[in-house]
């Protein structure tokens, strides 16, 4: 593997496809608007050869023995860490975050088909008591195969926690990764391939995203959606799934509050807070986004938040001096200049920030609006940039009342020195995850997703492989 940016391809039946003449699409760097390479867009007979593809390849994957699907695993995350600093430039060509951020995503893959290697061989069924000669179980089967679809503001790590389990737990998968970060999920598919996944276990294809999920989810062969996304989209995909009743992963967007107790060690939460915001430049969807702050420590917290923020230097992700890159398409900065301009209409005070940059990127200033009324749009449409909001508040009441305001209910964050206070905002936050004292919430073992409509069901940890699996229960006389 070259350090060039690779031929854009799909991938159906073990067979790499050239855009032949087919559609394309352009895939440009934000930091310089520079076009990356073409991709090619799957047509409707593509997506027809998917779908047989993976309900013939489903039927011997399955039986393939839990200790090879684990070595293809483990051999993929050895390809990945071998590759890691290729695929991770890549990523950061095509998606525009740091490298440093784009060489984490590549370890983390690994460390995820790692831990679902290990799941494999550890999905047991239960026995049932019954009297002597009577037997009842419980048999765990792979779901079916799966159509996938993958966002670009974790380009590697996105198309990884879907592949990663359904390949693990005997199932075959149809990837539509995004079409901004392309390379980043073929080079997770190839580390598959060279590690021996037969033909037709996994497909991934790139077209115009309504067309591609209208034919999979219509089709019966595919039994479960796995998508990563915004709510609207995904409450769209739902409706497609429904007539066929498949089985569904839904992590969709969040708004996640983040509540400064006035004990909290300030000078931690600072520094831990304004990384986590400002990292893909806000585009995550645990990003703390609603800060809420008590009165005694509000004007020392928004002070220190603001000054931190300003400091931030945006270029390049490939720049290693370089603080924070530009968001991935250039929708962003637009969206994000829209509702900051309405915040500070409804009387939002602009404390640093607050302007997209001129020039061929897509970038837009680190940015810390103070008492930010109720009513204004960003407090309740994510913003999906790089901005944080910020409220006073009294009491622990009502702080519950407002965290937990709005349909989303993806991650929450709390400081505090207090346990029990911790222990409370914990029971009392309405979300899938919650820090506390943290803001670190992805990890191989750990289940990652959202309440309300934030989603439903889990990636990552046990109940990411689980998903990916249906029971069957089998009684014998
Ligand atoms: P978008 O809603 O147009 O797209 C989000 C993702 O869904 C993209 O990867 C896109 O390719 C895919 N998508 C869109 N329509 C689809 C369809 N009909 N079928 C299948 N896939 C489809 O938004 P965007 O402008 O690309 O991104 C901004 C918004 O997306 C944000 O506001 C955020 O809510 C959401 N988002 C969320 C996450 C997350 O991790 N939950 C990740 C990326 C984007």
Redesign the pocket.
Known sequence: MSDVYPKLRLLIDGEWIDAGDRRTHAVIDPATGQTLGELPLASADDLDRALAASDQAFRRWRKTPAPERAAVLTGAARHIRARAEVIARNATREEGKLYAETFAETQMAAALFDFYAGECLRTYGRVLVRPAGQLSRVMYEPVGPVAG??????PIY?PARKLGPAVGAGCSIIL?????SPASALAIAEALIDAGLPPGVLQIVFGV??E???RLLASPIIRKLS???????GK??LRLAADTVKRTTM????HAPVIIFDDADLDRAVEMLVAAKLRNAG???VSPTRFFVQDGVHDRFVAALGERMARFTLGSGLDPTVGMGPT??P??PA?VETLVADARAAGARLVTGGERIDGDGFFFQPTLLADVPLGARIMT????GPVALTRRFATLDEVVEQANALPYG?AAYAFTENARRANLIAAALEVGMVGINTAAMAAADAPFGGVKE??NGSEDGIEGFQAFLVTKAIHQL
């Open positions: 679809f993958a966002p670009w503001n974790f996105n539509k990764p995004a079409e901004e995203p309504d591609v999920s209208t998508f990563t996304g915004s709510t609207a989209v769209h995909l992590e969709l967007g969040g585009q995550v969807c991935t398409n929708r962003r969206a449409e994510e913003p999906f993806l934030s989603g």
